[in-house]
């Protein structure tokens, strides 16, 4: 036994009450150490009682969004290509991107009641340049520096599961993203796993098994899991279905035993 720890973290929490439903009954069962909520959600407000009774045990952080539409956020919502466009040209506005992270930190914080204990972004869009130096000024509005927020660090991709081309440009696109935030004093993770086609076709019991035998130190994965539902907004959906079904089954228990990997917050409390 290796002694790992590793802060496992379901995406998307409220973007559906499908999916916010899989990822309660996940934390639960103690199948999940940590979750991500996105606070433009119509759903955010129903949702957030269930989770904080959910949690006692987990991270609950904040998903920032700046892709995927909602009612309230049309405005605001742009498709991944421009900012990973315009970022890459350095011609975004960061106060204005400033002030759209505010927005959703404050909507969090309102309606959870606390700040949350990390931030990341949804398609990884914190990490790119400029929406980074936006994420950091806001952090630096809202929290003292001695009680920061940790955040994920998409450019310590350690596994790339069946998509090393994907793997390869998101870790270009965020390159120094983790180099930076230690310099600003926050916390990441030395290991970041996750990454995969996240179609119903892949092996994601097998990719599991893969990341758990790679991680290292304590790790931070992502997972997408859900229960399964008609929705037509989430193209993702078969493939949170079967992560579902393979957290919440003994095989991965005994995949979790077998690397020697323990659940856990990634900075207790």
Not at 115 to 135: E, I, K, Y
Not at 145 to 153: F, I, N, Q, S, V
Request: charged content about 15%.
């Amino acid at each position: 036994m290796n002694g790992k720890a590793l802060t496992l973290c379901a995406d998307d929490f409220a973007q559906s009450p499908a999916i916010s439903d899989g990822i309660l009954a996940l934390l639960q069962a103690g199948r999940l150490s940590a979750t991500c909520a996105m606070s433009q959600s119509p759903h955010w407000s129903a949702l957030a009682d269930s989770l904080r009774q959910a949690a006692v045990r987990a991270d609950i952080g904040l998903h920032i969004n700046l892709t995927h539409v909602f009612p309230a956020s049309r405005d605001s919502i742009k498709p991944l290509s421009h900012w990973l466009l315009m970022s890459q040209l350095r011609q975004l506005d960061v106060a204005a991107l400033t002030d759209a992270m505010l927005q959703q930190i404050d909507r969090f914080a309102d309606v959870y009641g606390a700040l949350p204990d990390f931030l990341d972004g949804h398609q990884h869009v914190h990490a790119l340049p400029q929406v980074r130096t936006a994420l950091f000024a806001a952090i630096g509005q809202r929290w003292p520096k001695t009680l920061r927020p940790w955040l994920r660090a998409p450019d310590k991709l350690g596994h790339a599961g069946d998509s090393a081309l994907k793997g390869m440009i998101l870790k270009t696109v965020c390159h120094g993203f983790a180099r930076q935030a230690t310099a600003q004093g926050f916390a990441v993770p030395a290991w970041f796993g996750g990454l995969y086609s996240l179609t119903a076709e892949a092996d994601f019991p097998g990719l599991m098994a893969s990341w758990l035998a790679a991680c290292r130190g304590h790790s931070v994965m992502m997972c997408h899991p859900g229960l399964l539902a008609e929705d037509a907004a989430d193209p993702i959906g078969p493939a949170r279905a079967q992560e579902y079904a393979y957290l919440a089954s003994d095989r991965f228990a005994e995949d979790l035993a077998r690397h020697g990997v323990s659940l856990s917050r990634f900075l207790p409390a």
